[in-house]
C-alpha cells in the first residue's frame, strides 16, 4: 500500500505521481479516484501530466487516450493497456494498493514464458 | 462507392483506412506502399530506434486488431501516375489499381545534394536509411551534420549520445530558428553546447570532401570540418510528382480545403503530402508533423465518404514534438515574424520551461515547452479556445 496525499491536495480534475515498484499516476475525476500506471506504454512519458477528458487520460507527448478504469488505450499509438491500481481513502487520506497482476498482455507472456520452463 | 484506394502506406495512410471502417466503409480498400515494409514509425528513426533502443518491431504502427481493417496491402510499389476522372492509379510495375474514391497520402521524402555524393553521406528518412546510418555511427566516429533543423539536430543528439563528435553546420544563426525564433532558438544553441556538440551558424555547405568516402566537409568561408559520417538535414519535399498533369492542384504539396478534399471529387488528401486550409491560421499550410498524419485522415475519409466529422478543437493546433539529450521539446501553434515570446513558467536554462509566443495583437499564436508536459497540454488547449 502507497501513501499518496490529502485527498484535499487532489481536487476533482488533478492528478500526482506516486513511486511504486514502478511509477503510479493517480486522478481525481469529479471526486471518484483512479491510479494506472503513470509511464505511456506507448513511449516515455508520464500519464500524470496528461489531459483529463472524463474518465480518460490523453498521454501528454502523442495523445494516446487510455480509460482510467480499464487502463485500455482507445486506438494509435499506444497499443498496450497501462495496469490499474485500487484506491482507497481513509481519513481523508488517499492509498494506492498496486496491482501484483501486471496488464493482459504481460500475464499472457508470463505464462508463455512459465508453459516453456515447465 | 465500393472501392477505395489510399495511396501511402505509412501513418496517414494507415490511419486513414482505419478512418475509413471507423466511419463505417465496408467495401475494398487497397492500400499502396512505396516502400516494401509494412507500416512504421518515422519520429523514432532519429530517436530511439538510430540509438539502438528501439527495434523494428517497437515501431510497428499495425496493431493486431489492424487484421479486421481486411486492407489489400500493395507494398513495394510507387504509383506513378493518376487518371483522375477514371479514378485509374498506374504503379511502377505497368498495373493499374481501379477504384470508385482515393486517398492521396503519399508523404514526403528527404530533400538531397543535387549532386552525387561520396560514400558516407546520408539523409534520414526511410527504416532502411535509418538501419544504413546507425550502422556507420560508432563511439568516436566524426559525424557533421549539414541543416540544424529537426531532423539534424534529433541525430545530433543522438549520436553525441552515442560516443559520436559531432559537428552542426546551418546557415541560420540558431537551431530551428525558422520554428522557433531566434531567442528560442538560442536556448536550443546552449542545449548543444552543453552536450558537447559544435555548432557552427552562419555556415554554408561548399563542398563533400572524399572520394569514394568522405574525408570531411569545406565551408564556403573556406573552413574544412573533418568526417567519417555526412548527415544531410536539409529538408524534406513532397512526394506529388506523379500527379503533375493529373489535373489535381499543387502548390508546395496537394492543395486542399480544410476537411481534405482536392479541387477533383472523390479525391481527397491527407498528411505530409496535403497542403491543406489550416482553419488555425486561416491559410492554407503544409504539416509535415506526426499528429497531422494522425488525426488529419479522419477528417478526410470523412469528407470522401459524404459524412460530417467534428474532431477535438485542439487537434486543430498544429503540434509537434522533438527529444533531445533527454530533454522533451514541444510546440504549438504558429510562430509569425510580428510574434514577442515570453517565459511564462520556469528558466530555460533551468530544469524545464514554457514559453508563450503573442502576435502583434497581443494574441498568444503559440507555445514551447521544454519538459513541461502539463502546462503545455493546457496552454494547446487555451490555444485551440483562444477565437
Redesign the interface.
Known sequence: MIFVGELSDLPPGESVRVEGDVAIAVFNVDGELHAIDDTCTHQDASLSDGWLEGCAVECPLHAACFDLRTGRPDGPPAKKPVRTHEVSLHDGLIYVHESTRAGADTVAAADAVAEEVS | MERITVVGASLAGL?SA?ALRNHGFDGRITVIGAEKHAPY?RP?LSK?FLAGDASEDDIR?A??DDAELEIDWVLGRAATALAPRERHVLLDDGSRVDSDGLVLATGARARTLPESVPDGVHTLRTLDDAHALRRELAPGARLVVIGAGFIGTEIASTAAGLGCEVDVVDAATVPLERVLGAEMGAVCSRLHARNGVRLHPGSRLAELLGQPRVSGVRLTDGRELPADVVVVGIGAQPNVEWLEGSGVSLDDGIRTDARGRTNIPEIVAAGDCANAYRTYTAAPMRLEH??NA?HQPAASAAALLGQEHTAPAHHAVPYF?SDQYGH?I?FAGHRTEDCTVHVDEGNPDGDGFLAVYTNAHGSPTGVLAIDR??S???WR?RLAARE
Request: proline letters at 5%; charged letters at 45%.
Open positions: 490511419s482505419r514509425d523514432p530511439e504502427l496493431e493486431d506526426w499528429t494522425l514534438w522533451k514541444q508536459g502539463r503545455f497540454g493546457r488547449r
